[in-house]
Structures are given as structure tokens and as C-alpha cells.
């Protein structure tokens, strides 16, 4: 995974429709250049509950947006840096953020069901109560994330690493957990594990409802 763009502080473009019709033009037709190009005040902007469903944003940079409530059902983010950005309650459902940058965004509440997250950096990232039914988090960064809550039903995050999570009252049930290396403490933290997957050092496997030591 490539090494995460640096932070950035800068001035807040409220919301603007312009804003919102810049980016999607860029999204239809002119690339990530273009809107990157317009990012390069380092402006914070605000594209609150925006409709940016089936978007093509790989590869461009959101950080610290504001996509609160925002709609990106489908969408392609691939390699998109949404470092710290705001996407509280977002529809991302079945969205591409595979190699995306979510370094301590703030994904509260957000719908990621079916949404492939496959290499994604959630490092020190906000995802409490989040849907991820069956989303991929295979080999994703999840440091020191915040997944209390979370709804990971059927969710494949084999090899994905979760040192220092947070994971109380997280459900994993049917969750493939392969190569992932629990905590003890993230352990008793998990409420479901029926039918859940860990072959790992972690010395628990979970079948059904139980549990046996490797």
C-alpha cells in the first residue's frame, strides 16, 4: 500500500452548487487532474448529503471533505485520498475503496454493504455502527479504528489488520476472519461470533457458535 498523502489545513469552501458541479464534471468528463487541480488551495469543501451515486472519483482527492448523508451508492473511489474527511451516515453501499486513503475519517453510521474496501487505510478511522454486511476488507489497515457496533455480517476481512482496534459490540457473524490476529482484549469485545472464520496466531478458531483452541 502506497504511504498516505500528508495532512493538510487550509480555507473552507462553504457549500457551493458550483462546487458540486465541478466535481461532477470531473467525475463525467475532464478526470481526477482537473478537480485536483481546484484542490490545490488545500480548501476543505463542503459536499453535505451531495448525490454522487455511480460517481467515477478514483483517484481524487477528498480529504477532509464534508460528505456527511452524502449518496455514493456504487461509486468508484479507487485510490481516492479521503484522509479525515467527514462521510457521517454516507450510502456506500457496493462503492470501490479499494486502496483509498481514510486515515481518521469519520465514517459514523455510514452504510457500507457490499462496498469493497480491499487495501483501504482506515488507520485511527471512525466506523461505529457502520453496515458492512458483506463488504471486503481484505488486507485493509484498520490501526487503531474505531468499529464499535459495527455490523460486519458475512464481511470478508482476511488478513486485515486490527491491531489496537475497537471493536465492542462489533458482530462478525459468518465474518471470514482469516489471518487476522486478534487482541485479546478486541476478543471479548466481539458479541457474535456464530459461524464466524479465524484461522490465525490468534489461538481461536470459531465454528458455529463455538469456540476451540488451536
Given at each position: 500500500m502506497r504511504q498516505a498523502p500528508a495532512e493538510f489545513f487550509g480555507t473552507v469552501i462553504v457549500a457551493d452548487p458550483?462546487?458540486?458541479?465541478?466535481?461532477?464534471r470531473a467525475s463525467r468528463e475532464t478526470g481526477a487532474a482537473e478537480w485536483n487541480g481546484v484542490r490545490a488551495g488545500r480548501a476543505v469543501v463542503d459536499l453535505t448529503a451531495a448525490d454522487l451515486s455511480q460517481a467515477a472519483l478514483a483517484d481524487f482527492n477528498l480529504a477532509?471533505?464534508?460528505?456527511?448523508?452524502?449518496?455514493?451508492?456504487?461509486?468508484?473511489?479507487?485510490?481516492?485520498?479521503?484522509?479525515?474527511?467527514?462521510?457521517?451516515?454516507?450510502d456506500l453501499?457496493?462503492?470501490?475503496?479499494?486502496?483509498?486513503?481514510?486515515?481518521?475519517?469519520?465514517?459514523?453510521?455510514a452504510n457500507l454493504q457490499g462496498a469493497n474496501l480491499v487495501d483501504t487505510n482506515l488507520d485511527e478511522a471512525c466506523l461505529e455502527g457502520v453496515q458492512a454486511a458483506g463488504a471486503h476488507f481484505v488486507g485493509a489497515n484498520l490501526v487503531n479504528a474505531d468499529l464499535e457496533n459495527a455490523s460486519l455480517r458475512c464481511a470478508n476481512l482476511k488478513f486485515a489488520n486490527v491491531k489496537g482496534a475497537r471493536m465492542k459490540g462489533a458482530d462478525v457473524d459468518e465474518a471470514d476472519l482469516t489471518g487476522v490476529d486478534f487482541e485479546p482484549q478486541t476478543l471479548k469485545e466481539l458479541v457474535n461470533f456464530a459461524g464466524a472464520i479465524i484461522r490465525t496466531k490468534s489461538l481461536v478458531?470459531?465454528?458455529?457458535?463455538?469456540?476451540?483452541?488451536?
Open positions: 458550483n462546487i458540486l458541479k465541478a466535481l461532477i477532509r471533505a464534508d460528505l456527511s448523508d452524502a449518496r455514493l451508492f456504487n461509486a468508484d473511489l479507487t485510490g481516492a485520498d479521503l484522509s479525515h474527511a467527514r462521510l457521517a451516515r454516507a453501499r457496493r462503492a470501490n475503496l479499494s486502496n483509498a486513503y481514510l486515515t481518521g475519517a469519520d465514517l459514523t453510521g478458531r470459531v465454528q458455529g457458535s463455538g469456540r476451540q483452541r488451536l
